[in-house]
């Protein structure tokens, strides 16, 4: 049972048991804070951030990716992690202001679990991907200037583009496995 802490804060924290005790005493629960937003003005904040930066990620990440398409001279193996990397801001800043809604009670609209664990599938990937690519970028600057008579040899277009494509693979299953669990073992109530 949840038991809500009786602090007037903006933003209150529910604690859930890591575990069931093994008998009926209370004393032995090992006890888990979790953070709820529970102000309006906390609430309202939340939302005011969302739409502001989503916009704004969504502009400069379809100007990356603009220009990657129109001028061919930017197509170079680091452009091209570039380029990922751009794709999958683009898709958080898409899946920004429908994860608020989700995560603010629009969930409550739909009587599946899998609606839930769609969304937090498609956030895992996108934030996934994200973070293998800049540490790709990482790598790549890193040879550059560790290696420069190499580095055309070592990173290569084709090298590029299947480190891309496992990182892409790689961070959907991550993402989605929790989904997968889900519809193969049949969990689809709340």
Known sequence: ???LNSSPSYVDF???PKELPTNSSNDEVNMTRILRLNSPLAVTIAVL????????ILIGNSLVLIAMYRFKRLRTPSNYLMTSLATSDLGIGMFMPVGMYLELGGA???SSSYVCLLSYGVAITLCCVSV???V???VDRFT???RPLRYANLITHSAVERYITVFW????LVGFTPFGYALIHGTSSR
């Open 1 to 3: 049972m949840a038991l």
């Open 14 to 16: 529910v604690y859930l």
């Open 49 to 56: 951030l969302v739409f502001m930066f989503s916009p704004m």
């Open 108 to 110: 409550r609209d739909f």
């Open 132 to 134: 293998l690519v800049m």
């Open 136 to 138: 790709a970028i990482a």
């Open 144 to 146: 550059s200037l560790a």
């Open 169 to 172: 693979i790689y961070a959907t």
